[in-house]
Each structure stands twice: as structure tokens, then as C-alpha cells.
Nanobody, 115 residues
């Protein structure tokens, strides 16, 4: 079992920044990949960014150039630096981690961007 705890969400004005963090604990062997997803009201959950253990990254087109994912394999932590936030970035952000073919999810953290 892997437990994921997110932190860092909140309310910010458009153009502002937030940094999300995710801490993994439990029985950890090799988590690969780790990533951030988000779900806005009435919409499907979507991938925001992901990172492999080799630090290969992938981003949704809508956040490229604004968001940066980073990962500390030794500490089993994942971060998402979000800059130039837009109202359309408003959503619940979830940390996800895959291990042995199973994907674990955090409880989510709310990000609200006001215009």
C-alpha cells in the first residue's frame, strides 16, 4: 500500500503562482510514474503532468511553459510549480503514483484561480 498526501492548494488571483506537493509513504519499491491530475466540476479527470523515476516529464498542452513538475526519488516527494495561473486552471488536483501495476491516488487539493 502507498499513501499519498497532497498539500499547497488554495485561492490565488489570475497570474499568480502556487506550488503543490505530494508526499508518498507506505510500502514503496519503485514508483513509476508519478503525476498530477486535475478534475474541474463537470469535467473528466485529466493528466496535468507526469514524471518517471528517470525524470522524464510530460505535460498537458494547456500547462506547457507555465507548470513545472519535479520529483525527489530519495524522499518520495513530487511537486508541481504552477505559474501564470488562469481561471481555467481551477480544479481539484490529485497526486497519482503507479507501482506494480496499480495506481494510487491522493485525496486531492483544491486550486481556485479568481479572475
Amino acid at each position: 500500500q502507498v499513501q499519498l498526501v497532497e498539500s499547497g492548494g488554495g485561492l490565488v488571483q489570475a497570474g499568480g503562482s502556487l506550488r503543490l506537493s505530494c508526499a508518498a509513504s507506505g510500502t514503496i519499491f519503485t514508483i513509476n510514474p508519478m503525476g498530477w491530475y486535475r478534475q474541474a466540476p463537470g469535467k473528466q479527470r485529466e493528466l496535468v503532468a507526469s514524471s518517471t523515476s528517470g525524470r522524464s516529464t510530460k505535460y498537458a498542452d494547456s500547462v506547457k511553459g507555465r507548470f513545472t513538475i519535479s520529483r525527489d526519488n530519495a524522499k518520495n516527494t513530487l511537486h508541481l510549480q504552477m505559474n501564470s495561473l488562469k481561471p481555467e486552471d481551477t480544479a481539484v488536483y490529485y497526486c497519482a503514483a503507479s507501482q506494480a501495476g496499480y495506481t494510487y491516488w491522493g485525496q486531492g487539493t483544491q486550486v481556485t484561480v479568481s479572475s
